[in-house]
C-alpha cells in the first residue's frame, strides 16, 4: 500500500505546505508564512525553508519510484536563503534535476507573490526498498 503523501506527513504539514500537484517529474504548492515560522527576530527561520525544500523533493521523488516498490530519503539538503521574508505566501515548485537508478537531485524553489526567489534548495536522495508491512 502506498500512503497519501500529500497527507501523510505530520511534520510537512506543521511547516503548512499545501500541495497542490504531485507527479514524480513535478511537485507545485505553496504555503503562507507568518509568526508562527519566526526567529526571535521576526523573521522566517532558515530552518522552515529548508523543510519545505525537502518535503517537497521527497515527494515528488518518491512518487516517481513508487512503482517499482521504492521510496526517496533525502541524503543532502542545500538550501540558500536569498531574502528574508515575514508573511505571506509563497509558491513552492520542485523538479527533478537528474533522477537515476539509485540517486535523484530535485531542485526546489520558494517563489513570493512578487515573483522574487525568496529561497531555492537541491536535495540528493537515495532510492531505498519500501519497508515490508
Known amino acids: ?18 500541495l497542490v500537484e504531485v507527479t ?6 505553496h504555503v ?14 532558515g530552518g522552515v525553508y529548508c523543510s519545505i525544500v525537502e518535503g517537497a523533493a521527497s515527494v515528488g521523488a ?3 519510484v513508487a512503482e517499482r516498490g521504492q521510496f526517496a530519503v533525502g541524503v543532502n539538503n542545500s538550501t540558500d536563503f536569498l531574502r ?11 523538479e527533478p534535476v537528474q533522477q537515476g537508478k539509485t540517486l535523484q537531485l530535485w531542485l526546489v524553489t520558494l ?3 512578487d515573483g ?7 536535495v540528493r536522495l537515495q532510492n531505498v526498498s ?4
Do not use: C, N
Not at 32 to 43: A, I, K, N, R, S
Not at 84 to 94: F, K, Q
Not at 116 to 122: E, L, S, T
Not at 130 to 133: K, M
Open 1 to 18: 500500500m502506498t500512503p497519501d503523501l500529500t497527507t501523510a506527513s505530520a511534520f510537512v504539514a506543521a511547516t503548512g505546505l499545501e
Open 24 to 29: 514524480g517529474t513535478r511537485v507545485t504548492g
Open 32 to 45: 503562507d508564512v507568518g509568526p508562527e515560522h519566526h526567529t526571535p527576530w521576526g523573521v522566517v527561520h
Open 62 to 64: 518518491s512518487t516517481a
Open 84 to 94: 528574508p521574508m515575514t508573511a505571506g505566501r509563497l509558491d513552492v515548485l520542485a
Open 111 to 113: 517563489t513570493r507573490e
Open 116 to 122: 522574487k526567489i525568496v529561497a531555492r534548495g537541491q
Open 130 to 133: 519500501l519497508p515490508q508491512a
